[in-house]
Nanobody, 124 residues
């Protein structure tokens, strides 16, 4: 059974940084891209970033986070990270990790399901 467990969220002031982690288990993820989504209160869930599992050079970002967020992965630990710098209050959301395929620069989840996510709150 595929499991994706997010962690690392918290409360941070605007301009601060956080590192989110996504620990994957239950199968091999070699053929899957991994990525992050977020959902702010009252808004739809949106794509944030994705990375090809087989190549760290294949990364994709939403325009709203480009230049501030960096996605990376550690294959030996089956873990994907999201390093978030220069955080803004509008980054406040629950962040989710998923596995899938990248289509037109956006991760399309096709493995597992939505987990609990990790809450990120950025104060002004």
């Amino acid at each position: 059974q595929v499991q994706l467990v997010e962690s690392g969220g918290g409360l941070v002031q605007a301009g601060g940084s956080l590192r989110l982690s996504c620990a994957a288990s239950g199968r091999t993820f070699t053929n899957y891209a991994m990525g992050w989504f977020r959902q702010a209160p009252g808004k739809e869930r949106e794509f944030v970033a994705a990375i090809g599992w087989w190549s760290a050079s294949l990364t994709y970002y939403a325009d709203s986070v480009k230049g501030r967020f960096t996605i990376s992965r550690d294959n030996s630990k089956n873990t994907v990270y999201l390093i978030m710098n220069s955080l803004k209050p509008e980054d406040t959301a629950v962040y989710y990790c998923r596995a899938g395929a990248v289509v037109d620069g956006i991760l399309r989840p096709n493995l597992g399901s939505w987990g609990q996510g990790t809450q990120v709150t950025v104060s002004s």
